[in-house]
């Protein structure tokens, strides 16, 4: 592939996954996750206030990033943010994360270039979550950037390489402390691919050179000299990103210390996940093959893995022949040692595995160059090429647009029911007969795990207040309206509950909420919304 | 003479209280030796756990303990099994409509028929006029959800639109166009929702739901008519 040709196709393949990525936004309900990270983000807006809470959320990078999207759109507050422009940030990085792959530079041709960019593109997981108000995808961008630009700076470690290095590093670590072991992973696999292909080269360079070990020293310490310095800028650039975001930008830099602070907490996490335990080979169940209930479709990308198998195995076997390659066998090692660490470690959720699978479809988009190379009928390439893109975008279209929240779609977890928007339309049309209108007074009464994400649908409502159980709460009254979880609802005292009609809506599969219209609001509301005849049982 | 008068009075009266309580005693006991039980075949519990207990006027409470006894009049039988049902949608997305009916009540995949979304209905033609006792509907059990504007209707008009008689409405807001119901929303569970039938005679049971809080789909796993022949 000729680099103009690359060029053109490259940016139409930009516009494609732009897209795929922003079209119906708001289709999906906002997740429990998206729904707090909006929260936190609000906060900041709103007041200018963010610190960094080492218990949970998170680097700070998500919500300093959302600003610019949030000011663009003339939105001010928490109550005017939308769903379009939350996740319209991480879409904007979902694009960066096809954009890193430029990075790659000479270490990639150009045709390995694109079809990685188009597995990238039109993913099902990478765009579900590109999709999703939450760090992975920020996560992916500098992550994959990071591994990157790491390669390159062994390769010429210059100021210019450091820079970006250190940069990469830096809003890697402030965007998940967890990405420690992303670090970890990618110097690992530098190290090994550094025995397995420069190790050998250099042990032969010794023997036939015997004679020149004295000046070999000398360069190697002036080779040493000349890493370091700009090492060391890296390492400043990393540490100074860090504390930048960690402390909110100076404010509280006690940030920084409760970052490192938090491994053992996240360590805890990590090995006692309540429910979120998954099996080693979780990640790899839900790329593999996936079937719901009753006439649910497959959903599969064994197409993509059995390519990235083909783009391991080729990167292996051509190690150490050419530096290009070797960065694919350092990609590969990068991969496999990520997923390894994740798969092994119990907390798992779907979102997690995005880094790697990254790593994978790039290598996947070389083991397609190779298998193209291999086959001589030029139709039988379009057949082939035309099949996975068909097999992409059909897939992309069953996650994303039609089984968005449906439990039997691999990446859904934890998703909030669609039928929840109705509890939240419903409270809605109350308000227009209220005579407070979004002044009334809300009461919602539920454990944490059942009460978001509520307060982003409840953003514009004033008058809302949240207990986290029903003892806290004497009276319902004066409470027009009480969504409380199913559980609560069972320990209010039958004479109470008189004074409000209920409904059940669900909350996410198998956890229903309950929403309380206290009798003068329905009776209000029936008359001036639905009118008709009764029917026999008619109220 | 007043005072005999007055004693007689309030002995004549306390005898006609005495008779009347022995009457009404007699009544209720010759109520109660012709009715027995309801014995309905249940499925295995597959949902175990979510469904608590909500105790609100419009909310049916669910115990997580059996349901109480239902007493029907001796000769009551089941007239629905293997009977033909229709619906207003023909084609069904998943399942056979003659699921309704054919006596399977099992909560995993196979036993359901699913129906399209929005308001829709499956009639149960008997065959003959019943006099119906109790009927009883498992929509899907597998899950904690609730059906949405549960309305069930009997009649002899194939058509209903004669001699239609509501057995049960939750729809309260009237969202069916079949005008609001005051009868309480319920959780699925594998003991299904008993209506009663209070003996109307009638030869056709439709029943109508419109989606559920998992999906906007309408489904049935069965549904039992108990009813006696109409001599």
Known sequence: MKKKSFAYLFVLLLGVALFVRLYRLDLRPMHHDEANQAYKF??????????????????????????????????????????????????????????????????????????AAVFLALSPPLVYFNRFYIQETLFVAFG???????????????????????????????????????????????????????????????????????????????????VALPLALAIFLFLAISFVFYSS?????????????????YGQKAFDPGWHRHGFWYYFSLLFYHKGRGHSPVFSEI?????????????????SRKSAENFKGYLALFSLFTALVYSAIPYKTPWNMLIFWAGFLILAGAGFVYVLELIKIRQAKIILAG????????????????????????????????????????????????????????????????????????????????????????????????????????????????????????????????????????????????????????? | MRTRTKILTQVLLLGSFLLFLLASMGSILAQNQEKVELKIQLPKPMFIGTPRNI????????????????????????????????????????????????GEKSGEDGYFVELGPGPQWVQIDLKAPYLIQAIVVWHYHSQARVYRDVVIQVS???????????????????????????????????????????????????LWSNGNTANDMNHYVEVEVYALPVK
């Open chain 2, 55 to 102: 105790k609100t006027p419009n909310l049916e409470p669910v115990t997580g303990k059996p349901r109480g006894p239902f007493y029907v009049p001796k000769g009551t039988e089941l007239v629905s099994l293997k009977k033909p049902v229709t619906s207003s949608d023909p084609l069904p997305v998943i399942g056979e409509l003659s699921y309704v009916t054919d």
């Open chain 1, 42 to 115: 609000g906060q900041l807006l709103e007041k200018g206030q963010y610190r960094y809470d080492p218990a949970d959320h998170h680097g700070p990078t998500l919500y300093y990033f959302s600003l610019p999207f949030a000011w663009l759109s003339g939105q001010k507050t928490y109550a005017e943010l939308t769903e379009g422009t939350l996740r319209g940030v991480t879409v904007f990085f979902g694009l960066l994360i096809l954009l890193v792959i430029l990075a790659a530079g000479r270490y990639l041709t150009f045709s390995e270039k694109f079809w």
């Open chain 1, 144 to 226: 994959l950037a990071f591994v990157i630009f790491l390669w390159r700076f062994f390769q010429k470690p210059d100021y210019k390489e450091a820079t970006w290095l250190g940069i990469s590093a830096g809003l890697l670590y402030a965007t998940k402390e967890t990405s420690l072991i992303v670090l970890a992973t990618s110097i690992l696999a530098l190290v090994v691919v550094w025995f397995l292909s420069w190790g050998r080269s250099n042990s032969r360079k010794r023997s036939s050179h015997k004679s020149e070990s004295k000046g070999s020293r000398k360069e190697v310490l002036a080779e040493i000299k000349k």
């Open chain 1, 387 to 539: 099949a996975l893109i068909f097999w992409a975008g059909w897939q992309a279209y069953l996650v994303n647009f039609y089984f968005h929240a449906y439990p039997g779609n691999p990446y859904v977890y934890a998703q909030t029911s669609p039928d929840f928007l109705r509890l939240v339309a419903r409270v809605d049309e109350l308000s227009q007969v209220a005579e407070e209108g979004k002044n009334m007074f809300i009461r919602v009464i539920a454990p944490p795990e059942e009460t978001w994400p509520l307060p982003w649908y409840l953003r514009k409502y004033p008058q809302v207040g949240y207990w986290t159980s029903s003892e806290q709460v004497e009276s319902l009254e004066p409470a027009v309206v009480v969504i409380i979880s199913a559980a609560e609802a069972a320990r209010r005292s039958e004479k109470e509950l008189e004074s409000y009609i209920t409904h059940y809506y669900s909350l996410r599969p198998d956890v229903l909420m309950v929403l309380l219209i206290r009798q003068d609001l329905w009776e209000n509301y029936r008359l001036k919304r639905i009118g008709g005849p009764s029917g026999t049982n008619g109220l």
């Open chain 1, 303 to 319: 197409p993509f893995l059995l390519l990235a198998l083909v783009g391991v195995v080729l990167s292996f076997a051509r190690m």
């Open chain 1, 249 to 265: 930008f100076f404010q509280h830099p006690q940030g920084f210390l409760d970052s490192f602070r938090a491994f053992s907490g």
């Open chain 2, 156 to 206: 002899e008009d194939k058509d209903f639109v004669n001699g239609v008689v509501t057995l049960f409405n939750n729809d309260h807001d009237n969202s069916s166009g079949l005008g609001a119901g005051r009868d309480k929303e319920y959780i699925e569970t594998y003991e299904g929702k008993l209506i009663d039938g209070k003996g109307t005679k009638a030869r056709y049971v439709r």
